[in-house]
């Protein structure tokens, strides 16, 4: 084999190897974590209906609203939530975040994060004293002793216990986004030494809906002894029980976009842990911490600060509550990935750039441009080895011709040909390297930063985190009909052939760009599979968020144009040349018959 064919198998061989990946993640991942979901949905739906106590479990079978009022509440009002705290327990188990709708729809719902004891799904954070007789349980009652509804500068203060016992004076307090401070204060009243050790939890009843695309962390997430801990959902009850001593740190549950975080006092040794318990047929996930235990002779008090996060995964809020309350390590709560040293930059510079012109679609195109300008010289030397290769095609198929019967020629005498124009036959496979980890990272920014959701760019795309709306089968909205609610076929209208407006324009800038590389020497059967490769791609990343597609877009663009302006320099042949030589060929044949007329 020449070397000219060498050069195409290996970048058929790798651009088979993206397709095959990318297949892997965007169709077969998702149809098995669709399947897996299904499975595990049925197992907890004919185990719904318990409540959450430390030891035990009772059925229940009522709604949220019924769990809600099965407790006296305080109301709790911010800029950034609305919801209350079950006085039953003290329990922080009803939480909405008030700026971030469910859907774009004009009257969406706010997102859920809390959900109250008792109800289908349930998921709270509670806070209390273990060891000791006659301190507050989850059954306890509180009683309020200060404030009616907590808001940021108004906290609530809650009384449980009384003489004879231990008796617990929590101070609630909010900020404007989304941290809640805890603090105990605990006096021994009875006649004898107490020992008791403070603990916190978050519990989430039953596994929630994940994200399809298996790529994302939803699940167990910490900072513990130094290190970040990701321990998946489908994973975290497979894992068995580890306690891990820590100062310092955090831990708590995690979604694509919501955290619900536990932050002891910084600088006071904790036990921390993840575990699953399965009460009553339902699987609790639970992320909690104890300190170590205090013994309090008769009179005495001790008091304990505990935080909570609760809300979206900001990353400018996460970093402000890193500084300003030394939380190591906090912005890790955002999924990043193994090319963090990629993903991290991108999110800057998007932000960057999205500050100035005020639209994450606009900073996307910018830093495609960036990313092209810091590629340039690399690209561009590929390119022109490209070119040149192509130029030489013809005297390539002069010398197979030549010599028909005798590879060896073939090889030495196009290996020759090679040296004398100085052209690196290997040297084109490197721009279908470049864009691999570039795809990743970009992916990663776009699916699991809070601040891509429900970015709108122009026209019809309203999030960018979602695949484009449009399709083409009702000709991208002209004609007055919704595919989905056709009977029968509906589901696959609005599936497999749901194909919107970017991802058919990729596709023909693909197509373009595919066209301008030379195919001398390749296969009909490797000839007839690159051709097909912009459809199918065209079809794989149909579904993938529009900001993918904005940006391979663009980015393919901007690399056609660069290998154009180099393929002219050279004088190779390419079909934007081709193209124009048509249009002025017609042009000058239409202007001569008109004269002739």
Not at 140 to 160: D, E, F, H, I, N
Not at 522 to 535: S, W
Request: aromatic share 10%; charged share 15%; proline share 9%.
């Amino acid at each position: 084999m020449d070397k000219d064919s060498s050069r195409n198998t290996i970048a058929f061989v790798v651009t088979a190897l993206v397709m095959v990946v990318l297949y892997q993640v965007f169709i077969l991942g998702p149809a098995q974590k669709r399947r897996e979901q299904a499975l595990l949905a049925e197992r907890a739906a004919a185990a719904r209906g318990h409540a959450l106590q430390p030891q035990a479990a009772a059925p229940f079978t009522i709604s949220r609203d019924q769990a809600a009022a099965s407790s006296p509440r305080v109301s709790i009002d911010t800029p950034a939530l609305k919801g209350s705290i079950a006085l039953v327990g003290a329990r922080i188990d009803d939480l909405f975040l008030k700026q971030y709708p469910e859907t774009l729809a004009k009257n969406s719902p706010p997102v859920e994060l809390f959900r109250p004891r008792g109800a289908p799904n349930a998921y709270f954070a509670s806070f209390g004293w273990t060891g000791a007789a006659g301190a507050p349980d989850p059954n306890t009652v509180w009683q309020v002793q200060s404030g009616g509804v907590l808001k940021p500068g108004q906290p609530v203060v809650l009384r449980a216990g009384g003489p004879g016992g231990v008796q617990v004076v929590r101070t609630i307090r909010v900020d404007d986004r989304f941290m809640f401070t805890i603090s105990d204060q605990v006096t021994n009243t009875s006649a004898t030494p107490v020992t008791l050790a403070p603990y916190a939890s978050v519990q989430r009843w039953g596994l929630p809906t994940l994200s399809p695309t298996p790529i994302i962390h939803e699940g167990a997430v910490g900072v513990m002894g130094g290190s970040l801990k990701l321990i998946p959902f489908k994973d975290w009850k497979k894992r068995p029980e580890q306690q891990t001593p820590t100062t310092g740190g955090w831990l708590g549950v995690t979604d694509k976009y919501w955290l619900a975080a536990l932050i002891p006092d910084q600088k006071t040794p904790v036990t921390g842990d993840y575990r699953v318990t399965t009460l009553n047929g339902v699987d609790v996930y639970e992320a909690d911490f104890t300190a170590p235990p205090r013994t309090l002779g008769p009179g005495q008090s001790t008091t304990e600060t505990t935080r909570l996060f609760a809300g979206a995964k900001k990353v400018s809020v996460l970093r402000d509550y890193e500084k300003s309350l030394g939380i190591p390590r906090l912005d890790e709560a955002v999924d990043w990935g193994n090319f963090w040293f990629l993903t991290r930059p991108f999110f800057w510079l998007l932000s960057l750039f999205q500050s100035w012109v005020g639209n994450f679609g606009l900073a996307l195109l910018m830093v495609t441009v960036v990313v092209k300008a810091a590629t340039f010289p690399l690209a561009n030397r590929s390119y022109a080895s490209m070119s040149r290769m192509k130029k030489l095609a013809p005297e390539v198929e002069a010398i197979k011709k030549k010599f028909p019967d005798d590879p060896a020629k073939q090889q030495q005498e196009t290996m020759a040909l090679y040296q004398r124009e100085k052209v690196n036959p290997l040297g084109g496979c490197l721009p279908a390297l470049i864009p691999i980890p570039i795809f990743y990272a970009l992916y990663k920014v776009l699916f699991v930063t809070i601040e891509m959701r429900h970015a709108p760019f122009f026209g019809w795309i309203h999030d960018l985190s979602a695949p484009d709306p449009t399709t083409i089968v009702n000709l991208f909205g002209l004609l007055p009909y919704n595919p989905a609610l056709l009977p029968g076929i509906g589901p696959i209208l609005d599936g497999p052939l749901h194909i919107g407006a970017w991802p058919i324009l990729y596709g023909l800038v693909m197509w373009l760009s595919q066209n301008m590389n030379s195919t001398t020497g390749i296969d009909p059967t490797q000839r007839f599979i690159m051709q097909a490769f912009p459809l199918v791609f065209t079809f794989m990343l149909a579904h993938s968020p529009a900001g993918i597609l904005i940006y391979w877009t663009w980015s393919a663009l901007l690399s056609t144009l660069q290998q154009y302006v180099i393929m002219h320099r050279y004088k190779a042949e390419n079909p934007i040349d081709s193209f124009i030589a048509r249009v002025r060929g017609g042009a000058e044949a239409g202007a001569a018959a008109a004269g002739k007329g």
